[in-house]
Nanobody, 123 residues
């Protein structure tokens, strides 16, 4: 298991940027694929982005493609989500998660989750 703590959320105007960080502790961080998900009030948790163990492959939801970038630094046990051109519809609690395998676009594939960080985009 790996423990995850997100940071970097906040309030930003539409068109602005934020960078989320997720610090991991525990064993073998580099053996996990990492993902970002988000959940808006009254909605289900949805996939945002994922990155493979070594960082060579990345995957994005269509709604954020071209605006968000996921990256990781295995030496620092950290994964990042750079969010640009933010829109009010990006407002949600953002969660970092770790997966040992499975479909990285699915919540059920991720066994470890952080507590979440709030992102609010004003119009």
């Amino acid at each position: 298991q790996v423990q995850l703590v997100e940071s970097g959320g906040g309030l930003v105007q539409a068109g602005g940027s934020l960078r989320l960080s997720c610090a991991a502790s525990g064993r073998a961080f580099s053996s996990y694929a990492m993902g970002w998900f988000r959940q808006a009030p009254g909605k289900e948790r949805e996939f945002v982005a994922a990155i493979s163990w070594g960082g060579g492959s990345t995957y994005y939801a269509d709604s954020v493609k071209g605006r968000f970038t996921i990256s990781r630094d295995n030496a620092k046990y950290t994964v990042y989500l750079q969010m640009n051109s933010l829109k009010p519809e990006d407002t949600a609690v953002y969660y970092c998660a770790a997966a040992a395998g499975g479909n990285w676009r699915e919540v059920a594939s991720f066994g470890s989750w952080g507590q979440g960080t709030q992102v609010t985009v004003s119009s």
